[in-house]
């Protein structure tokens, strides 16, 4: 990642959509692998400075800036007016609610086309000012307006002029603030990111997806981070591998014992972070290689007994040296 997609910027997620296919459920508190869709999309911009939820509050599992587009259900452009007027750094990260497999990659991507791919308007041609936003393009080609990067101070001309001309910005459709931007597209490779969850059929898909053999193992450590309040990064293959071992190797029930035994140490080492963890495995790993080396040695021969140290070799102080053995040779018979 370069240093400039990992500069401040500041992220607003418009939630406040009324979910009338869902009938009527609010989107952002409905659960995708059992998290909400809200924190779904919330930890695919966990980076940002500040972020802006426009829509009705929610429990959260980080911390957010909620804002509300006036009135309420005035469309996407009054809600990311509301978004912008609460943020303040250059660059604006804006999302959808109801993208549940859009990630930090993504933003990432988009956030470096903003700096390196030239911006083109709608109509053709390159602009000379450079891109004023990155927005991706789906595996139909088509705009995604809301999953997308913005320069702060382009979006905020754009939307007061809007307002200036209709009057207000309830109920205009997105394309009239997208014609008017000089935009880098990047098309994605991974057509997941943004699918989105309309209906109840969407989120059934969206379950089912993440349950999948190439996804449920790093959605189900997401979710646990999630609920525990843990922000660590962990190398899941290093865990993996130390419960393996300790299955394999001593008993099954040892592999959920040790890496729970394993965290809890890591814990105790406030403030080390990974190292913490890379250190606990590495102990716990190198027991288990002994405890396995001492079953597949087996028993030692009598012969080969480990040696008395040299200094218990003679009389224990305080006792007699026991008398040589006398050997006898056998008495003919009857002679006994």
Same mark, same amino acid.
């Given at each position: ?19 009338? $296919? ?12 059992? /998290? ?54 250059? $660059? ?29 308007? /709608?109509?053709?041609?390159? +602009?000379? $000012? ?98 525990? %309040? ?13 419960? $393996? ?25 406030? %403030? ?9 495995? /590495? ?14 040695? %087996?028993?030692?021969? +009598? ?34």
């Amino acid at each position: 990642m370069s240093a400039m997609s990992t500069a401040a910027y500041d992220a607003v997620v418009l939630s406040g959509g009324a979910g009338r $296919r869902l009938g009527g459920v609010d989107k952002a508190a409905v659960r995708v692998g059992g /998290r909400t869709l809200l924190d779904r999309v919330l930890g695919a911009c966990d980076a940002a400075a500040t972020t802006v939820v426009v829509g009705g509050r929610h429990a959260t599992v980080r911390p957010v800036t909620w804002a509300r587009e006036d009135p309420p259900g005035g469309g996407p452009l009054a809600a990311l007016d509301a978004g912008v007027r609460a943020t303040r750094a250059d $660059r604006l990260v804006v999302l959808s609610v109801d993208l549940p497999f859009v990630d930090a990659a993504t933003v990432s991507t988009l956030l470096q086309a903003l700096e390196r791919v030239p911006g083109e308007r /709608r109509g053709g041609g390159q +602009d000379a $000012r450079g891109p004023e936003g990155a927005l991706l393009v789906d595996a139909e080609g088509r705009d995604q307006p809301l999953v997308a990067v913005y320069r702060t101070e382009p979006l905020r001309r754009e939307l007061a002029l809007l307002a200036t001309e209709y009057g207000s910005l309830n109920g205009l459709p997105l394309r009239l603030l997208t014609a008017e931007l000089a935009l880098a597209r990047v098309t994605t490779a991974a057509p997941l990111v943004s699918f989105d969850c309309d209906t109840w059929e969407d989120i059934a898909t969206a379950r089912a997806r993440i349950r999948e053999h190439g996804h449920v193992l790093d959605e189900w450590i997401t979710a646990v981070k999630d609920e525990l %309040g843990v922000e660590l990064d962990v190398d899941t293959t290093l865990l993996l591998d130390l419960a $393996r071992d300790a299955a394999h190797g001593i008993a099954r029930p040892a592999a959920p014992l040790t890496t729970f035994l394993v965290g809890y140490a890591a814990g105790r080492a406030a %403030g080390q972070g990974p190292q913490a963890v890379a250190e606990a495995v /590495r102990k716990a790993t190198a027991l288990a290689e002994r405890w396995v080396a001492e079953t597949q040695a %087996g028993p030692q021969p +009598d012969n080969q007994a480990d040696p008395v140290p040299e200094k218990q070799a003679g009389p224990v102080p305080g006792t007699q040296p026991a008398s040589p053995a006398i050997t006898r040779a056998p008495a003919p018979e009857g002679q006994a």
